[in-house]
């Protein structure tokens, strides 16, 4: 318990507790009574809670103060006997720090990059000096790793995000530092480590999913056509080790909304849109009962939208044929109607789509035409000429 208190008091002010329980934290007290009454009784819990109220509390007056709010959190960490409480204080002091650069970044980005020396206070810093501390407090964040791996992320569920942090995904309190890490500032080194760790574990789920993070970070961050060939590729070497496991649901969605059967030129789109359909169809018929089979069926039904587009002339003249341009998919028949017009010339002119409407006059002629359609999913083009002859 004395750890936990440790855990969701930290984290409060990176917005990972419960609404609750931040705004139960923020009330008003006498800090620095508690803070001192906290460091003669060695509660390490009450001492940081006492902190985390007195910083919430300072930023809603006034967030000057973040600088040395960040360094307050920052000696503690260096104080602090408790491994996995120095852990925690490391991930949030990271958190801090890259918030204090992104509200600032035009501003510290018109700086040119410090080497060797190393500003007492922040807002001097240049961009490399915030990349680089960030990275230390990562680091830090997740050693020692070992203890951090036999800690259960269950003790702690009041700092889970709901939908995210599942135990299931997130069992320790390395995944769910690792994690946070990530989304602070994802790095190769981090992935690695934490992929190295899940697959060590019986949830090979968990292993794959960060798998299919890296491979997304490593490869979409900037696009070439070298990027895609090569993401494409790791992305079949995943499926190929986990493509017997309903979640590799998520690799084939991975390829899909990546475009890797939306990328060709026009003469073999048709057979990229072929493949694209059928590994929509194979993986629903395969994984129905998966949680978010959704996100395959949700393609398919994308796929197979009705779509059409109709182009003519804008004038025919007595004696000549109308001809209708069309682009369509997954439409088998059409009714072309031709009304005699209650607009004068002049009228006509200054289109207005509803006036248009209200101004339809005798119907003269009504066609219907049949189109061909292959499959459901296929753009085709087609003329169709409506005889000169009205009435």
């Known amino acids: 318990m004395k750890i936990k208190a440790i855990i969701v008091s930290a984290l409060i002010l990176c917005c990972i507790s419960a609404v609750i329980m931040y705004t139960n934290a923020a009330q008003p007290k006498n800090e620095s009574k508690m803070i001192t009454e ?18 919430k509390e300072q930023l809603d007056v006034n967030d000057d103060d973040f600088p040395e709010l960040i ?22 002091v990271a958190e ?52 951090l791996q036999e800690t259960p992320v269950s003790d702690f569920k009041a700092i889970l995000e709901t939908g995210k942090d599942t135990p299931a995904l997130r069992p320790t309190l390395y995944d769910f530092l690792a994690f946070r890490a990530l989304d602070i500032a994802p790095s190769t080194e981090i992935y690695e480590e934490l992929i190295a760790y899940l697959n060590t574990q019986p949830d090979k789920k ?46 084939i969605a ?22 694209e359909y059928e590994l929509c169809k194979e993986t629903i018929a395969r994984f129905p009962n998966y949680e978010r089979i959704g996100l395959i ?24 044929k109308l001809t209708l341009k069309l682009t369509y998919q997954n439409i088998r028949q059409i009714t072309a109607r031709i009304y005699k017009s209650l607009k004068t010339p002049q009228q006509t002119l200054n289109y207005n789509a509803q006036d248009t409407a209200n101004n339809l006059g005798t119907l003269v002629k009504e066609v219907t035409f049949s189109l061909k359609v292959p499959n459901t999913y296929t753009e085709l083009d087609t003329s169709l000429v409506i005889p000169d002859r009205i009435v």
């Not at 920052?74 to 409480?85: F, I, L, M, V």
């Open 96 to 147: 801090m720090y890259n918030q204090y650069y992104t509200m600032n970044r035009w501003k510290i980005n018109q700086r040119t990059d410090l080497a060797g020396y190393v500003p007492e206070d922040i807002r001097e810093w240049t961009s490399n000096l915030f990349t680089n501390k960030i990275k230390e407090e990562l680091t830090a964040s997740l050693q020692p790793a070992k203890l």
């Open 38 to 55: 906290a460091i003669q009784g060695k509660n390490t819990p009450q001492l940081i809670k006492a902190l985390i109220s007195r910083m």
């Open 254 to 275: 991975a390829k899909l909304n990546n475009g890797f059967y939306g990328y060709g030129t026009e003469a073999n789109m048709d057979s990229l849109k072929a493949a």
């Open 297 to 320: 069926k949700n393609r398919l039904a994308n796929m197979q939208n009705p779509f059409l587009q109709v182009n003519t002339d804008n004038t025919v003249y007595p004696g000549k």
């Open 206 to 251: 968990a292993a794959m999913l960060a798998n299919l993070d890296y491979l997304r970070f490593k490869y979409t961050t900037r696009y070439s056509e070298q990027a895609r060939e090569n993401y494409t590729s790791a992305l079949d070497s995943l499926l190929a080790i986990y493509g017997n496991k309903d979640y590799s649901v998520e690799i």
């Open 71 to 92: 360094k307050e959190v920052e000696n503690y960490a260096a104080e602090c006997k408790e491994p996995a409480s120095t852990a925690v204080l490391h991930s949030m």
